[in-house]
Structure formats: C-alpha cells, structure tokens
C-alpha cells in the first residue's frame, strides 16, 4: 500500500494554502499513511499543526535550519532525498507551486524517475491524469509497477482537503550536507490586501486593452467592488502595466475562481489553460470577434472604460 | 566561456492541437513546427552575452527526429555558432533528455547551459532541474533576468510570489521564462549564412546514453469543452444575471 510523503510549503510559519490540496491528492491515492513535510528556518508549529489536522496525516515532520529560510532546489533536494530514504514512501507529491516545480524535478532525477507533473486526477496508485498542450490534451499515464511516483499536484483541480486527523509533530534534524553554490539574494514582493489570486473565489482580470497602468486602477477599483483578486494576461504584464506574479495562463497561475471576469482580453489559448476549471466566466471586450466569447459564460461587447464605471454604479 | 541551449521542435504555439479520436495522442501530421517559443528565449540569451563579450560559442542542441534540423537552422541563423542534434524517432522523457544534455555536457564543458522552462508540448517543465541534479550543479529556473559576474551568475526568478533574486556559481544551469528577453526575428541573409554552419549528429548510443523507464500513456483526451454561453446587451443585463448565479 501507498506511503505518501507530501512536501508542504509554509510562508512566515503559517500553511500555504497549496499544501492542503496537495494532501487531498495524497488522500485520492487511499493510501496507508501520510506524512506532510515542511522547511523552514524559524518556528513551524503553526504551519505543523495545521497540516496535522488534515484526515490521514500521521506525521508532519519539520526541518528548521537557517538554510531553508528561502527555498533554494538545491539545498532542498538532498534534505528531501534523506526523508525519502528514511521513510520508504512510494509516493512524493509537491505542489505544482514555483517551488514544488523547481524542486521536485531535482529529486526525481538522483532518484532516476520521470516526474508526473500536474496531477489533475488520480486513477489507482499509479495512474494519473495530466495536463499537456497548455490543457488541450489530457493524458492519463502509468508509472511503472514498483518504481517510486514522484508528482506535481495540480491546484486548480483540487479541493483542499477534509480536515479531521490528528497527525504527531516530530521535528528533524537532517545530517545532510548543503551545497553553498545557490545563494539567495534578495525578493520582490508587492504587498497587497486584496485577496489571493491563487485561492479567491472572484477574480477579475485586466489585458492590453486597458492600455497602462494607470489605467489598471479601473480594474482595481472594480474588484474591490467585488472583493475580488487581480489577475492579468501576459501582455498586460509584459508591458509592464502590473508584476509578474498577477499572470494567468499557461505560464502564469492556473486558477479555478467561482467568478472569473476578463477584461479587455482576446483569449488566447495559453490564456484560457490557466481558467478552463473557473465556475462562471464573463468577458467585457470591445471587439464582438474576441475569441474569449468562444468560451465566456456571459459576455458584454462595449469599450471596458464605460463598462467598467457602469458595472460598479450598478453594483452600489 | 561556452554556453549550451536546448532547441525543441514542437507544435508551433499558434496551432490549435487536435487529440486523435482513438486516444493515441495529438495529430501531428502536416501540423507548423517550430522551436519551442521558451528555448528561442534560451537562444537569444545566449546570444546576448555572446554580443557583451561573457559567451565565446552559442552551441545549439536538440534531440529529436531528423526534422529537427530545421529548428537547429533557426538557431543557427539567429546566430548559434554551431549546432548538435542527437538524432532519435523516439519520444523521450525529461530524464533520458537531461542524461542526453549531461553526456554533452561532459563532451562540451560549457560554463552555462539555457534551456527553455518548459517544452509547450508536454509542459512537463523538468529537462533544466534534471541536468542539474545530474550534474551536481546550480540551477536558476524560471529566468527573468541573468548577469553573469566572473564566475557566478545573478539570475531575478518569477516566483508565485513575485520576483527573487539568486545568486549561482558557474558551471550552471538556467531555465528561461517568458520575460527574459524577446528574441530577434531571422532575416533571409542569416538564414543563407546559417547554411552554411555545422550541425554535427550524435545517437543516443553514441553518447552512452540509457533510456529512463517511461511513463507509459493510456490514453489522451480532449478536455472537456467549456459550453460557450451568450451575451447580454447592457450592463444591467449583466449584473441582473450574475445575481441569478448568486455570483454577487
Ligand atoms: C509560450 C507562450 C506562453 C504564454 N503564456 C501566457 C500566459 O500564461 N498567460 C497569458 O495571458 N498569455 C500567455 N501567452 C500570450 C498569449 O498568446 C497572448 O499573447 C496574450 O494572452 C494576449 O493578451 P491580451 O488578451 O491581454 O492581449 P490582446 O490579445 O492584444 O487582446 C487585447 C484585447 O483587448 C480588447 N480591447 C482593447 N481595447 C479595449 C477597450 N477599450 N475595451 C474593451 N476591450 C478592449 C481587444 O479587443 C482585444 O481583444 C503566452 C504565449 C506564449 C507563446
């Protein structure tokens, strides 16, 4: 039977809100026992006691070093690599989070496996659908019989997991040596209390059509009518209107909101991959041709800088 | 120093893939190839610190089937120095691709390897962090932004949480992201001059290389199509239904 170990993420001690469906996936396996793992440099409790509440999750095991304040692929793989070979799991799953991605891959090659990248379904302990040509194929594969799954968990198809376990807290101490050749410099980070595109069940998203930056302040303004996130396409980004982290698609954040609205945006398919699982689509663009109506639940054909003013005096 | 990147030819991105009726796969047949748009990042990256004197030679690499050529063409007519394709009908894996990369790694020694962050065929976004892992070395993936300094490198990553900023020691590996640079278009001229460039072939047998164990695929599938629905005509239209939905 499936041993799971389910490398967690935590930020500034507390859970990331990826590790949860990462758990649920482990769940999806029926497996004997769970284990969650989280890194960090200061005090996990808060992280570990909460992923210790998640049904079936025996033991969070936590490893506090300085070295892990940031996490560097490098200087994770080889602790990763000591718990995998101390607890004889079968699977290691992580999130398909920046950091699952960098890091699992690097695992999986000293193990000399093909990493399961995305994991949308699970179909017995060792067959899983996943995502190729940015969602427009999906492949359901095997790994094979008595090799060790190594995977991705893919959010947007997960729920978080049901709570209602009672796991141990064992803090590590892992005899491992570190490579000192990765060195963190320094993060940018926008500080925002709007809600976390990641997890916000209403999201509206700005493209080129609005223009500049300064114009992004409508939608601003009209997801915070909403308390909605912010989201953007890539070309919004590219030309600078908002930062990197606000990109959906293919290549940016793959999000499943109740409530996508999507402004001033064509719909290009590396766009739609990173919405195909939200609940209800709408699309305000100026051009009746925009393929996003191809897709859009409901659409509104009309220029977004009187749409916009509208939709929020309608709103109050 | 000698800088290695990798040149993948995949369906070009324009193209709307359709999954074959029996699960097989994706038609391919008659279907635009091109490099994939993350490795053209790769390339001109490469380039770039050729032009500010941090690179002497831009090799070119892709593993794939004879077709692949035309994509190391490109490479070459952007302005690799020379390029290598090992040639293989098969479909590889992420691991057996990175162990291709490593034996050349071995053979080239270069002080940096650029590969594109993920292939957009089979997103599987593992290649660079493999070699890597193989080679013990450091890697800098999802590049925004790379300064080579002496013999390390500043590489600014996009991260779920924003930017961060590493620092590597060389030999490395770097996967690049889409806003790393915007690669320079191929005029006619460089195309005739790429012609005329080395591209050497190796086999997998050649380089010593062993297939990983695959994962096997059953089948492939469309996602299921989202219903398109309808448009409204007015603002309150809009708002009126989107409280039906209970949405607001
Ligand atoms: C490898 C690769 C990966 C990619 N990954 C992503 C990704 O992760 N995410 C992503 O979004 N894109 C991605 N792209 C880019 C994608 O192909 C498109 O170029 C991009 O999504 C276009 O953004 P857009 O819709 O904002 O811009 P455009 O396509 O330029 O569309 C702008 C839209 O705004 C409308 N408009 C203009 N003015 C107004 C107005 N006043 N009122 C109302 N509407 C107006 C126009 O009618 C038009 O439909 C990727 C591309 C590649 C090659």
């Known amino acids: 039977m ?14 990331s809100a990826a590790t949860p469906k990462v758990v649920a996936c482990a769940q999806a396996l029926n497996p004997e026992s769970i284990d969650v793992a989280l890194f960090g440099a200061g005090d996990l409790a808060g992280a570990a006691e909460a992923a ?100 991705t968990v893919r959010g947007a198809s997960w729920q978080a997991a049901e709570e209602g376990g009672s796991g ?37 998203s700005g493209g080129r059509g609005v223009g500049s930056e300064e114009n992004f302040k ?55 991959a990173g919405i195909k699982d939200a609940g209800t689509i709408v699309a305000i663009n100026k051009d009746e041709e925009a393929p996003i109506f191809e897709i859009a639940d409901v659409g509104l054909v009309g220029d977004l800088f009187e749409v916009l003013p509208a939709l929020e005096k309608e709103l109050s | 120093m000698k800088v290695l990147v990798g040149v993948k030819r995949v369906v070009d991105y324009n193209v709307r893939v359709q999954v074959k009726p029996d699960g097989s796969g994706v038609a391919t047949e008659g279907v635009k190839m091109s490099v994939n748009p993350f490795d053209e990042i790769a390339i001109e990256e490469a380039l770039r610190m050729k032009s500010a004197g941090k690179a002497d030679e831009v090799i070119a690499v892709s593993i794939g089937p004879q077709a692949a050529q035309e994509q190391l063409r490109t490479a070459l007519a952007m302005g690799a120095d020379r390029a290598i ?61 790379v300064e080579i300094e002496g013999e390390s490198a500043k590489v600014t990553r996009e991260v779920d949480l924003g930017l961060e900023t590493i620092e590597i020691d060389l030999p490395a590996v770097i996967s690049a992201d889409l806003r790393l640079n915007e690669p320079r278009y191929v005029k006619l001229p460089d195309i005739m001059k790429a012609k005329k460039k080395p591209i050497g072939t190796h086999t997998l047998e050649e380089l010593g290389v062993e297939i990983a164990p695959a994962l096997k695929p059953v089948k492939t599938e469309a996602p299921q199509a989202r219903q398109g629905g309808h448009k409204v005509e007015s603002v309150s239209e809009l708002v009126a239904e989107l409280k039906n939905k209970g949405l607001i």
């Not at chain 1, 491992?176 to 925002?192: A, C, D, G, I, N």
């Not at chain 1, 009209?222 to 698609?249: C, F, H, I, T, W």
């Open chain 1, 52 to 151: 210790a509440k998640f049904a079936g999750v025996g033991k969070v095991l936590t490893v506090s070093n300085p070295a892990n304040e940031h996490p560097l692929a490098a200087v994770l793989a080889p602790q990763i690599e000591a718990l995998i070979s101390e607890g004889g799991y079968t699977h290691v799953l992580a999130s398909s989070s920046t950091t699952g991605k960098d890091v699992l891959p690097r695992v999986a090659a000293k193990l000399g496996v093909t990493q399961v990248t995305d994991i949308m379904a699970v179909h017995g302990a060792n067959s899983f659908t996943r995502p190729t040509y940015a969602g427009n194929a999906l492949v359901t594969v095997e790994v094979p019989e008595g090799q060790i799954v190594l995977g």
């Open chain 1, 218 to 272: 409508v939608i601003f303004s009209l997801a915070d009518k909403l308390g909605a996130a912010v989201g953007a396409s890539r070309a919004a980004v590219d030309a600078g209107y908002v930062p990197n982290e606000m990109q959906v698609g293919q290549t940016g954040k793959i999000i499943a909101p109740e409530l996508y609205v999507a402004v001033g945006i064509s719909g290009a398919i590396q766009h739609l």
């Open chain 2, 85 to 145: 394709l090992v040639e293989t009908d098969q479909t590889l894996e992420p691991l057996t691709v990175a162990r291709v990369f490593k034996a050349l790694v071995d053979q080239e020694q270069p002080g940096l390897v650029i590969l594109g962050k993920q292939a957009i065929d089979d997103d599987a976004g593992q290649t660079p962090q493999m070699l890597a892992a193989l080679w013990d070395r450091p890697q800098a993936t999802f590049a925004s932004k």
């Open chain 1, 2 to 15: 499936a041993k799971v170990l389910v490398i967690g993420e935590q930020l500034n001690g507390a859970l």
């Open chain 1, 168 to 204: 141990a807290v064992e803090s590590r101490e892992l005899g491992v040596e570190l490579p000192s050749h990765t060195r963190f410099v320094s993060q940018e980070t926008s500080k925002s209390d709007r809600p976390d595109l990641q997890t916000a069940p209403k999201v509206v």
